[in-house]
């Protein structure tokens, strides 16, 4: 199974349209997670034309988005729990407050974005996962996304770096 991973597109404010690299890759996907700072509704739609989409809100979202995703989600594929949330809060860092959104229950892959900072690390036994962003990287080298291959060897995660 190939899954797309996204966070921070910002569309159309950063971007009018997605990055060819990404668009590439979403025509190899299975599934899509976006995890929040969409913008637009229109950009749910249009991931949906490549494949099924799972996603959350994040913090710039408006209430047309939080129509159609909620602030978290905890999902299976392929026997692995995978919990998506944007990481948004006050206090402590990003990565704590997702963390924090799935402590009584933690996943084997723990998806979140709002730093637009690429992370793959584990926590305890947890792999935390932040895809960076495809349409404003700020002061990064790179634009950036995820993708994940799950099957029988178990999860495989990477980072697509990109101008």
């Known amino acids: 199974m190939k899954i797309v991973v ?4 910002h569309m159309p ?8 690299r990404l668009t590439t890759a ?15 509704p229109e950009l749910y739609e249009e991931l949906n034309r490549y494949a099924p989409v799972t996603g ?15 602030a978290r989600q905890l999902i299976t594929l392929a026997g692995y729990s995978i919990g998506v949330v944007h990481g948004h809060g006050e206090g402590k860092t990003t ?19 709002h730093s637009h900072i690429p992370v793959l690390r584990y926590f305890k036994k947890t792999l935390l996962f932040n895809p960076g962003s495809v ?23 990477e980072h697509i770096f990109f101008r």
């Open 6 to 9: 996204l966070s921070d597109t």
């Open 13 to 20: 404010k950063k971007a009018l349209r997605l990055p060819d």
């Open 26 to 40: 979403l025509q190899e996907a299975d599934q899509i997670i976006h995890a929040g700072d969409w913008q637009t």
């Open 56 to 70: 959350v809100y994040g913090n710039v979202d408006g209430e047309d988005m939080k129509e159609i995703v909620p």
């Open 95 to 113: 990565e704590k407050r997702a963390l924090e959104a799935f402590a009584e229950q933690p996943p084997d892959l723990l998806i979140y974005g």
């Open 135 to 157: 349409t404003e990287k700020r002061r990064l080298p790179y634009y950036s996304f995820g993708l994940l291959t799950i099957g029988e060897e178990g999860i495989h995660a």
